[in-house]
């Protein structure tokens, strides 16, 4: 299988399955002389491990990353000094199932990518699915926290935004409340919303999409370029390659489509430090592909998780017509873990950005 990295400067390339004995990712570009700590990316994983509540898998995983290179320990014996050279990481998979899959080793779960890994490769790992799982997602969120480091003054982050039908009241925004709860939401009084919503979901066995969103600020004007590298070119294009994810827009997204030209355009004024500000944010932070300073703004939308137990109708690798259901350890709502995932893509999409436009206009900041 290729195509397992992305990046142009900052790369980065994920390996591993759901149900092997280790998955990880290589980050090549990052710069040398930069401080780094297993902590700095253990807390971004433990943000995005499975079995933290009932409204997510019960696969329990530890997700605790291992540094094999790339780095020059120190004398406090916690902080990593960077080389230049490719970081490798590695996660241990402890709490595998794949008996849960035997069932559906022949049979093309509907939803899933069974089928068409099938018809790409003439096989596929029915085990959680291989690498199309999400289990996959853990090596990218420890790449996004040693691009985080490339910019230490951009602030990534996440909220869930709506689950089903259920949207949050912005209004209420307090990013404060996104690490209270179990839902990473900015709305307190979603929350007890949220749960009983779910909690009807999971009685009965089936799944709910999401809305997740990221947003990144002090990013610095300029970076980007127009036409084929357009940042949110490239952060739609990583956030898209989240497992799940249908839909991502930047800034006001779809709804510009009902704004009319002078609702729309974000205007300028002269700020009393003698530097251009915007009145509004309706661009996400992005124009012409190319950042404004303004917050970069980005949402994606989560489809519902595939595996649930009401029965579903297929095939199975002999052609035959079957009705199945899924059996094992599954999110009712898979856009919840995803919030640390999307901060990670952007965070990876940025550094890479950052670096390029280091070495096309020599710019440091």
């Known amino acids: ?9 900052f790369r980065v390339t994920t390996w591993g399955e759901s149900h092997g004995p280790a ?4 980050v090549d570009g990052c710069p040398p002389g930069i401080s780094l700590t297993l902590a700095d990316i253990q807390n971004y994983l433990d943000r995005r491990k499975p079995g933290q509540s009932r409204f997510v898998t019960q696969r329990r995983e530890a997700d605790q990353v291992k540094i094999l290179s ?16 490719p970081i490798s990481m590695m996660i241990e998979n402890t709490d595998q199932r794949s008996k849960d899959y035997g069932e559906i080793a022949r ?19 029915y085990r959680g699915g291989g690498r199309s799982s999400a289990r996959e997602t853990a090596a990218r969120v420890a790449a996004g926290a040693v691009a985080r480091k490339i910019l230490p003054g951009v602030t990534y982050r996440g909220a869930l935004v709506q689950i089903g039908k259920h949207k949050i009241n912005r209004d209420n925004w307090d990013w404060a409340q996104v690490d209270q709860n179990p839902f990473f939401s900015p709305d307190a009084e979603t929350v007890p919303v949220w749960e009983n919503y779910l909690d009807e979901i999971r009685k009965n066995g089936s799944s709910v999409g999401a809305v997740i969103e990221i947003v990144a600020e002090g990013v610095p004007a300029g970076l980007g370029a127009p036409i084929y590298s357009k940042l949110d070119q490239d952060i739609a294009s990583l956030l898209m390659s989240i497992n799940a994810v249908k839909g991502v ?10 704004l009319t030209g002078e609702e729309n355009a974000d205007e300028m004024r002269i700020g009393n430090d003698g530097h251009p500000r915007f009145l509004s944010n309706h661009a996400g932070g992005i124009l012409g592909g190319i950042a404004t300073g303004e917050p970069i703004v980005a949402r994606f939308a989560i489809k519902p998780t595939s595996s649930i137990l009401t029965p579903r109708q297929s095939i199975d690798q002999d052609g035959r017509e079957v009705e199945l259901r899924t059996k094992g350890r599954h999110d009712p709502c898979v856009g919840i873990r995803a919030v640390p995932i999307g901060e990670a893509m952007v965070a990876c999409a940025v550094a890479d950005h950052y670096l390029r436009d280091r070495g096309q206009t020599g710019r440091l900041d």
């Open 23 to 26: 998955l990880g990712c290589v």
């Open 70 to 85: 790339g780095v020059l320990p120190q004398e406090d014996g916690e902080t990593y000094i960077t080389t230049g050279t």
């Open 107 to 125: 049979q093309y779960r509907p939803g899933h990518a069974d089928y068409s890994y099938d018809v790409k490769y003439g096989l596929r790992d």
């Open 249 to 258: 827009e930047i800034g006001e997204g779809f709804d510009s489509a009902e």
């Open 1 to 9: 299988m290729s195509h397992n990295t992305f990046g142009h400067l």
